[in-house]
């Protein structure tokens, strides 16, 4: 299929946006916006975003790219992930000048972009999709507890841990200093959080709430379909699935029918290899193309 590559400028608050649309003779009412994560920028890492954008083209589905404020090179300061609302409702209006046949977007998110994308989503009727890939839910406890399980207990599988222990190289007070910061990480935030819980303080619609439970709030808002692609070899990963299975809020939000979560074994976070990145835009296609059924 025929497609066209477009760059252009457009604003936001004053400041000048780069975008990339991608658009194909025939194409779909249903778009991709793609949101960059920083430290990054239009293009993504290994090329990803492009090649993503050039494949769905390819399929008869518009795509856009674009760098938010403060990043690649669009103007204005630099800001944090949580901070762009203002960005992807810019984007989307662009897009929708651009493409005149929308009638939705499908926004598409890796690793802080996927929850920047949660917090903007259920703020605008003409997102109808979410694809969250590697979602960053970071909090120090969360990362204390997702590398005590995927990197300690993975290390004591290691031949070269036990040939530094059995040659006595290995540095006992390091390891064991550093397993009681991990410990304390993990147990302080939970005794505190319980005391603020039994005083009435952690209100569920508070914009201040920890990362995880601000991503979870805003996707329970959001009520239309999301598709969560998580890498098998990856802690950022590890530590949303921990998020997952150690909260009932989180369990509910997946029961939902219109939720579906894609686990890719052996994958790392940037999905690499050309085979990697393939296999996730072949996903993302399939998945777009049935929301556009809808």
């Known amino acids: 299929m025929k497609t066209v590559e477009l760059p252009f400028v457009f604003s936001c608050q004053s400041d000048d946006l780069i975008g990339v649309i991608h658009q194909p003779e025939v194409t779909s009412n249903i778009g991709v916006l793609v949101v960059v994560g920083g430290p990054q920028y239009r293009v993504g890492s290994h090329r990803q975003f492009v090649l993503l954008a050039r494949m769905l083209a390819d399929n008869g589905i518009s795509v856009m790219r674009f760098d938010?404020?403060?990043?690649?090179?669009?103007s204005?300061?630099?800001?944090?992930?949580?901070?762009?609302?203002?960005?992807?409702?810019?984007?989307?209006?662009?897009?929708y000048l651009q493409c005149s046949d929308l009638t939705g977007?499908?926004?598409?998110?890796?690793?802080d972009a996927a929850s920047a994308s949660a917090f903007y989503a259920y703020q605008d009727k003409r997102v109808k999709g979410l694809v969250l890939l590697n979602p960053w839910v970071f909090t120090e406890q969360g990362a204390a507890k997702t590398y005590l399980k995927h990197y300690y207990l993975q290390r004591l599988c290691s031949p070269a841990l036990w040939r530094?222990?059995?040659?006595?190289?290995?540095?006992?007070?390091?390891?064991?200093?550093?397993?009681?910061?991990?410990?304390?990480?993990?147990?302080l935030p939970s005794i505190e959080n319980a005391s603020l819980m039994r005083q009435g303080v952690i209100d569920l619609v508070d914009p201040n709430l920890s990362l995880p439970d601000r991503v979870r709030e805003c996707l329970f808002r959001f009520k239309r379909p999301?598709?969560?692609i998580l890498s098998g070899r990856d802690l950022t990963a590890d530590e949303f699935r921990g998020v997952l299975k150690s909260c009932e809020k989180w369990q509910l939000l997946?029961?939902?029918?219109?939720?579906?979560?894609?686990?890719?074994?052996?994958?790392d976070h940037t999905f690499s290899s050309k085979k990697w990145r393939d296999e996730v835009s072949q996903i993302t296609l399939k998945w777009v193309k049935e929301q556009s059924l809808k």
């Open 164 to 187: 530094k222990v059995f040659s006595f190289q290995f540095d006992y007070q390091k390891s064991f200093s550093s397993i009681a910061l991990m410990l304390k990480k993990i147990v």
């Open 105 to 111: 977007v499908v926004i598409w998110g890796l690793c």
């Open 68 to 74: 938010y404020r403060g990043m690649g090179d669009s």
């Open 226 to 228: 999301i598709l969560f």
């Open 254 to 267: 997946l029961e939902g029918c219109e939720v579906s979560t894609i686990d890719l074994a052996g994958m």
């Open 76 to 95: 204005g300061l630099v800001r944090d992930f949580s901070d762009i609302d203002d960005d992807i409702r810019s984007a989307i209006d662009e897009f």
